[in-house]
């Protein structure tokens, strides 16, 4: 059966579809607004098909980038001379088209094979140079060229004269062949993966990201059609993926950070009130249970070193009294999900995952979650989820839950018992931080000392000391 599309038309359909498929992955690529996930950041300009030459003109506000794209059905290596012959035509269109100030780079984006070394090693030494005169002619750096062999100034005079320049042009040629880049062998199917790995990110679902791709080619086809000129914020946004999703990561610990103030402020703890000297710290392991008897400070301990992840980039949750694995779903979906733009319930594993690779690999949990005296019979549920997998520390804190209940239902557990006051952290308390004087110190009794080493009595004690009816011999 003889195809209704001949060689030529299904060469013709296949560079195209290279052409719009390298747009879509520098569209995604090269937009600020895309890297940061914040559109008050900056957005990329797609320019398709511009008149002033090129296949796609890429415009930020620091940049301009300029490709030509040319697809091969056949594994021919491009020559210099039909670069210098029919590529570079295109691209000095766009250059003097564009203001000679503005930084911009230009690219030779092909399917097929590169030209040979020595014209690699041109474009390399015309970095080098400030002039076209200052080129070498050097005849070990020849390169083949309109079946003769050039040196790098003459090969520069060469391609002045195809392109008919004035010599008052001459220096701005150069400064095209100083920011020129020849891509080479790349595949079509390659970019497509790429393109993906980005989509993920803005999709609400893994199913979602082929049908994605193809509606923002088939957008592009139209566009490309027409010469449009488009931003990467509004090609996404019109294919239903709102930029504001990249945030989920890059914004996840300033979200977290600004739910956690709220539970700080929930707790009433006060940096400057924490009299602890050095409160034990979390070990690095993927659960941990923060046990002592009620009134020692479990809480305030909690607050603290959920406020010193913080401090260090990472993310922490508190979730008091939690009944079901249900509650975390949903405080995920609240603190990360919904707020990125995301219109549909996720599953923990789904947001931990996104969120995961926005943090450096050198932390071994990102995010730590901390569990204010859950119900036990909620354990056995949250144990099911492999925590650690997606960088996430669980931290218990309980005065009715054991070790052995935790390790049972997780395996492994770490405890770490909310200490009682020293001495001099009651002093402080209650005389640097409190209503005492230092005769009113020292004139307690030792067994009333060693009382006030409960952090809550401690507390009760400086609260009753500053009501005005306090009488220090009865109370």
């Known amino acids: 059966m003889t195809s209704p599309i001949g060689p030529g038309g299904r060469a013709a359909l296949t560079g195209f579809l290279f052409q719009i498929t390298r747009t879509l992955s520098q569209a995604l690529d090269h937009s600020l607004a895309v890297r940061s996930g914040n559109i008050e950041d900056g957005d990329a300009t797609l320019?398709?098909?511009?008149?002033?030459?090129?296949?796609?003109?890429?415009?930020?506000?620091?940049?301009?980038?300029?490709?030509?794209?040319?697809?091969?059905?056949?594994?021919?290596?491009?020559?210099?001379?039909?670069?210098?012959?029919?590529?570079?035509?295109?691209?000095?269109?766009?250059?003097?088209?564009?203001?000679?100030?503005?930084?911009?780079?230009?690219?030779?984006?092909?399917?097929?094979?590169?030209?040979?070394a020595p014209f690699h090693e041109f474009l390399k030494g015309c970095q080098f140079v400030t002039e076209p005169g200052d080129l070498p002619q050097a005849s070990n750096l020849a390169v083949r060229a309109f079946d003769t062999h050039?040196?790098?100034?003459?090969?520069?005079?060469?391609?002045?004269?195809?392109?008919?320049?004035?010599?008052?042009?001459?220096?701005?040629?150069?400064?095209?062949?100083?920011?020129?880049?020849?891509?080479?062998?790349?595949?079509?199917?390659?970019?497509?993966?790429?393109?993906?790995?980005?989509?993920?990110?803005?999709?609400?679902?893994?199913?979602?990201?082929?049908?994605?791709?193809?509606?923002?080619?088939?957008?592009?086809?139209?566009?490309?059609?027409?010469?449009?000129?488009?931003?990467?914020?509004?090609?996404?946004?019109?294919?239903?993926?709102?930029?504001?999703?990249?945030?989920?990561?890059?914004?996840?610990?300033?979200?977290?950070?600004?739910?956690?103030?709220?539970?700080?402020?929930?707790?009433k703890y006060d940096r400057a009130e924490d009299i602890r000297i050095s409160p034990p710290l979390l070990p690095e392991t993927k659960t941990v249970l923060l046990s002592g008897e009620s009134g020692v400070g479990k809480s305030w301990l909690l607050a603290r070193r959920a406020d010193e992840l913080r401090n260090t980039k990472r993310c922490a949750i508190i979730l008091r009294n939690i009944k079901d694995v249900d509650e975390i779903e949903t405080a995920l979906n609240q603190i990360l999900w919904t707020a990125a733009g995301f219109n549909f319930r996720a599953d923990a594993r789904t947001i931990l995952s996104r969120v995961q690779k926005a943090f450096p690999n050198h932390f071994a949990f990102w995010i730590t979650i901390f569990l204010d005296d859950p119900e036990t019979s909620c354990l056995e549920q949250i144990a099911r989820q492999d925590w650690a997998s997606l960088g996430v520390r669980i931290v218990v804190t309980s005065s009715r839950i054991t070790k052995g209940e935790i390790e049972a239902c997780f395996g492994v557990c770490a405890l770490v018992t909310a200490p009682q006051f020293t001495l001099e952290e009651v002093k402080s308390f209650l005389v640097t931080n409190g209503p005492l004087s230092e005769i009113g110190w020292r004139s307690l009794p030792s067994d009333m000392r060693r009382l006030l080493r409960h952090p809550i009595t401690a507390y009760l004690y400086r609260e009753t000391t500053l009501r005005d009816t306090f009488e220090p011999r009865t109370e």
Request: net charge positive; charged share 30%.
């Open 150 to 267: 050039f040196n790098h100034r003459g090969l520069f005079y060469r391609i002045a004269e195809t392109l008919k320049l004035d010599p008052s042009e001459h220096c701005r040629l150069l400064k095209v062949l100083q920011n020129l880049t020849v891509i080479d062998r790349l595949n079509r199917r390659d970019i497509e993966t790429e393109i993906d790995l980005f989509l993920r990110g803005l999709t609400e679902a893994a199913c979602d990201v082929e049908g994605k791709r193809h509606e923002l080619i088939g957008r592009l086809f139209q566009l490309s059609s027409e010469g449009q000129t488009l931003s990467t914020v509004t090609l996404l946004d019109e294919s239903g993926l709102p930029i504001k999703r990249l945030s989920v990561g890059v914004k996840a610990q300033a979200r977290c950070s600004e739910k956690l103030t709220h539970d700080l402020g929930r707790y």
């Open 47 to 116: 320019i398709l098909e511009p008149l002033s030459g090129g296949d796609l003109k890429i415009e930020t506000a620091q940049t301009a980038i300029v490709e030509q794209h040319k697809s091969r059905s056949t594994p021919k290596r491009w020559t210099a001379t039909e670069i210098i012959r029919d590529v570079l035509p295109d691209l000095w269109s766009a250059a003097i088209r564009l203001k000679a100030s503005w930084p911009t780079q230009y690219r030779i984006v092909t399917n097929g094979r590169g030209p040979t």
